[in-house]
């Protein structure tokens, strides 16, 4: 089960990949096919689904399928940008281009550390949407220590206060920052478990995979014509559309996929799998492309040519694989043998003993 939102994690990290290319579609519009948010919404739903029938040793489950290809990723990034000289003393006392008062060792201890205060990028820049996931997991494992059957109902009114909180009474910037409207997407991915509980074992099949697959076309579709309707709605219609589209987008997957609509073809589902080393490696990738097409290569970039562009997201992609299925899975593999020596672990992208016959496809992130 779940193979549906294993596609769509690949999906989204490629509408990541894609974003970070610079390219934009007809109408100079630039997107992202909704990834961090689609991402957001399949944390939610997936957090609630894996802790429906036992949540032992949750927060470190998380943290171990979290931390350390980050921690890899964001060391790996700081050798592309410094070299040699990460080996000087120097370097760690001296800040950054363009953020002064604050030295590289305390930049990068709140980057590995998944610390929600002062700037929004960490080290490795995509790591921002990682110190939301952290801060939600933090907040479910507390649910769950109160209540495992009410934990995603606790965690909804805790999130909904702490917005409101931050809104109204809370000034600090950890308050703003923890408030993000990217935070309802996790309510949502609650909703839609829920709603999936209530309404899917009486759902007509055959109606349910048509309107659903629709659904979805609809909404990756209207990207393409970004511009056309964006302008042709007031600013606030647009933004509950945008922010709707998400959400109708992982409900439709899971919809379809339980009335017998799973997409089962091998080469999606490892997409999938990959898609967090994928959503990792790709800012390396890309750096590093940047550096040698500056001083050898001089080949147009991919902000400019749509087959360059088309270059970057397929290397993208096959470089998370290769790491994907090189260093990550043996790397949690390894760790999960130290933490319970003699049982059984999974190798699956996600790094999730959840039920359902498709281990392999929890989509977690």
Known sequence: MLSNLQVLRGVAALGVVFF??????????????????????ISGFIMCFITQKGADDFLAKRLVRIAPLY??????????????????????????????????????GRSLLFLPIGDKYPILNVGWSLNYEMYFYLIFAAALAISRRLAPLIVVGCLVALNHAADTVCTAAA???????????????????????????????????????ALIALCYGSQFVGPLWANSVTPSIYMTLAAAAPVVIVA?????????????????ILIGDASYAIYLTHPIVFEIMKTSNERWLQLPTPES??????????????????????????????IRRKRQPGT???????????AGPHQAASAAR
Request: with cysteine; hydrophobic share 55%; net charge neutral.
């Open 71 to 108: 921690w890899l990723c964001t060391l790996v990034i700081l050798v592309v940008m410094f070299g040699f000289a990460l080996f000087d003393s120097a370097t760690w006392r001296s800040p950054l281009d363009g953020r002064p008062g604050e030295p590289l060792w305390a930049y990068v």
């Open 252 to 268: 439709s997957a899971l919809f379809v996929e339980y009335a017998g609509g799973a997409i089962t073809w091998r080469p999606l």
């Open 175 to 213: 308050c703003h920052y923890l408030s993000l409207d990217y935070t309802k997407f996790f309510i949502a991915g609650i909703a839609i478990f829920y709603a999936l509980q209530t309404f899917a074992p009486a759902a007509p099949r055959r109606t349910v995979v048509w309107i659903g697959v």
């Open 344 to 354: 059984q672990t999974f190798a699956s992208g996600n790094g999730l003993d959840a």
């Open 305 to 334: 040519s749509t087959t360059m562009m088309l270059f970057y997201v397929a290397l993208a992609g096959v470089a998370g694989v290769i790491v994907h299925l090189a260093i990550e899975n043996p790397l949690l593999r390894l």
């Open 20 to 41: 970070h290319t610079g390219y934009k579609l007809a109408g100079d519009w630039h997107t992202e096919f909704f990834g961090v948010s689609t991402f957001f919404v």
